[in-house]
């Protein structure tokens, strides 16, 4: 059974960082590229970041240079480190395993950013 937890969501002001976690099982972590994914109410989701298999990164451009994608093979953990949250980056954060034509969700932790 596949499954991924995200963990390290909650209610920062801005300009705050946060750090997500999704702890994999299930899956053989090394070989799924990696992705965090955003939604809010009525918007489509969005694709954040993604790390390969490599090691190469990508992100949207709304949070470069804030936002940064890690992994941890060894613990089949990935992270998203966001520094200088924005109010707009108020979303649930899912986190996303990727291997061809396999794909599996997390449940989704809230992130709020507000004063």
């Known amino acids: 059974q596949v499954q991924l937890v995200e963990s390290g969501g909650g209610l920062v002001q801005p300009g705050d960082p946060l750090r997500l976690s999704c702890a994999a099982s299930g899956i053989t972590f090394s070989i799924y590229d990696m992705g965090w994914y955003r939604q809010t109410p009525g918007k489509q989701r969005e694709l954040v970041a993604t790390?390969?298999?490599?090691?190469?990164?990508r992100y949207v451009d709304s949070v470069k240079g804030r936002f940064t994608i890690s992994r941890d093979n060894a613990k089949s953990t990935v992270y998203l480190q966001m520094n200088n949250l924005k109010p707009e980056d108020t979303a649930v954060y899912y986190c996303?395993?990727?291997?061809?034509?396999?794909?599996?969700w997390g449940q989704g932790t809230q992130v709020t950013v507000s004063s």
């Open positions: 996303n395993a990727k291997r061809g034509g396999l794909q599996y």
């Open positions: 790390i390969f298999v490599g090691g190469t990164t």
